[in-house]
Every structure is written in C-alpha cells, then in structure tokens.
C-alpha cells in the first residue's frame, strides 16, 4: 500500500519559494503564468494491506511529524498496488 | 487553469531526504514504514482555459526551469476548474 501525502502552506501564508519561482517564469517569458504554489509530496510505502490502517498510521505521521500545522496543510491519497 | 507538477528523483538516484525520514518515522514507531521517497509539488496557475497551451507551456517550464533531468522526473496533470 502506497501513501501520497501533499502538503503546501496554508491559504493566507506568504510562500517566498512559490513566489520566486512565479517571478522567474514571467521573466522568462512564461506571460501567462498567474501564480505559483510550491509544495512537499511524500509517498510513503507501507508494508500493510489494510486501507484503515495505512490511513490512520499516514495521519498521525502527518500530526506529529510530516507537517507543521500553524502554516502547513496536508492531504492523504491512498494507492493500492494489488499484489498481481 | 491549474497545472500540477509532481517532480521527484528518477528511480536509482539516492534520495536522502526520503531516507532520512523513513528512518525517523521507524524510530517513532511507526514499523510498518518501508520506505520513503520525497518529492516537490508545484501548482502554477494559469491564464488560460486551452488545455493545449498550458500543456505545452508547463511542459516547456519543466525543461528549462523547474527539473534538473539529470536526476529528476516529472509528471504533468492539468486541472481545468471551470469558470462556473
């Protein structure tokens, strides 16, 4: 079982890194670029079957660990790889 | 129109990032981790509603800015959100 964690800043937190690279892309003539976010993914490969269980082990990695919640959010996917 | 860019290390590149956290999750206790791969997400929003153009421009940006091909892949999905 695969798990794809997604984490970007809050709406309303200032992204300095997604904000250069906007700037960069107008330079370089990418005109209709409008604005840019800039994140973490994480795919976290888990020795279990179970979606339960990969989804309650990948959320509280994310509570106490993967993620800052003053400035970050994060969302779960989960991917079930089958085993044939 | 929203692109997003998933970029990580090809297969075969050593990513330290992802071990270091795979080896902090398992000493949290978290054993069922296997491994950890991590990667950048990057969400460019654009002035554009042709899916064609902001493919061909989000493509041309991956090129020439935002991966290394050396060591990193990307993949491109476009998320068409509608103006109603």
């Not at 992204?15 to 209709?32: E, I």
């Not at 309650?56 to 919640?69: A, E, G």
């Amino acid at each position: 079982m695969k798990a794809r964690v997604h984490i970007f800043y809050k709406d309303g937190v200032f992204d300095p890194q997604g904000n250069t690279v906007s700037q960069a892309l107008q330079r370089q003539g990418f005109s209709r670029v409008a604005s840019v976010r800039m994140g973490k993914v994480i795919d976290v490969e888990m020795n279990t079957t179970s979606t339960e269980e990969a989804k309650r082990d990948v959320q509280k990695m994310c509570d106490t660990l993967l993620v800052n919640p003053v400035i970050e959010s994060y969302q779960i996917e989960l991917i079930n790889q089958g085993k044939g």
